[in-house]
């Protein structure tokens, strides 16, 4: 999408239960169900506004300041459409893998042709244990949607909070989550979706991040940083705008148009002074 400005800028849909359930008593920002009836609305409203919905890898390719002709290339090749037209992108990932991906949420996406990136916390795939009261993706399941199109990523393996943990510990997430996925896909994935907030308040624990993610051989990643992506973003730490069954088409209209991105201020503020009172604690 372009803002006023024409800016190129890119909504990463961040979506995790397709289901009819909902949060008890939390607020509408936290909720992370959305219904099958909603998010069918909400492909069909991408699929009728003429959203090219794009992978995460080449939504990285696009931003590549580097390279201006394979953005031009781009511009022609999605859709067919002429560069003379403004192209509406957009990218769908799911967190935490569950079950209900491959029940609910790929049917609607198969009928209109779109695909997505579904993010694994590997401990909890074909496994008796539930995450969140949910069961999650078996791996046959895995392999089957990633033979008719989905990507997938690590969601690390236990879905701990990484800034909580030791270097070793983190490492060991990032690192046998990717594996684990290699193997079973026999193919290298190359996405990361940091769980839990994301902490922009602590430059050296991204910067340790960062490393860590070149290290375990992952080209990008995304993030609970509130946003659409832009140019200048850090292909391992990429925004996204989080969608749950509060969001009517009015609504996510306005945030596939960067209208909600001004959350982002009082999101990394309110982290910001959370850090502060911590370190004088």
Not at 19 to 43: C, G, L, Q, R
Not at 83 to 100: E, K, L, P, Q
Not at 239 to 247: A, E, G, L, V
Request: glycine fraction near 4%; charged fraction near 25%; aromatic fraction near 16%.
């Amino acid at each position: 999408m372009f803002n006023k400005a024409d800016e190129l800028r890119i909504p990463i849909l961040m979506y995790h239960s397709i289901s009819n359930e909902k949060i008890k008593n939390v607020h509408p920002y936290y909720e992370t169900n959305t219904t099958p009836k909603i998010f069918a609305d909400h492909m069909k409203f991408l699929f009728e506004n003429d959203y090219s919905v794009i992978s995460l890898l080449d939504a990285v390719k696009i931003f590549n300041r580097n390279n201006n002709c394979l953005k031009k290339n781009f511009y022609n090749k999605i859709g067919n459409k002429s560069t003379n037209r403004r192209i509406n992108y957009a990218v769908i990932t799911f967190d935490d893998g569950f079950r209900d991906f491959y029940t609910d949420a790929f049917p609607i996406l198969q009928e209109y042709g779109f695909s997505a990136t579904v993010f694994l916390p590997t401990l909890y795939v074909d496994s008796d244990i539930r995450f969140k009261s949910k069961e999650c993706l078996t791996w046959s399941q895995v392999i089957e949607l990633s033979r008719k199109g989905i990507s997938f990523g690590s969601h690390t393996v236990n879905h701990l909070e990484l800034y909580r943990l030791g270097k070793m510990e983190i490492e060991y997430e990032l690192k046998n989550s990717k594996e684990k996925i290699d193997s079973v896909l026999g193919k290298q994935i190359e996405s990361f979706s940091y769980p839990f907030a994301f902490p922009d308040q602590d430059n050296q624990f991204i910067t340790f991040m960062k490393e860590m993610l070149q290290k375990c051989r992952y080209k990008n990643g995304v993030t609970t940083r509130i946003g659409t992506v832009s140019e200048n973003e850090d292909p391992l730490f990429l925004r996204r705008i989080p969608i749950n069954s509060y969001d009517d088409q009015l609504f996510l209209k306005a945030k596939l148009e960067a209208a909600y991105d001004w959350i982002y201020k009082f999101q990394f503020f309110y982290k910001k002074i959370k850090r502060l009172n911590q370190l004088k604690a």
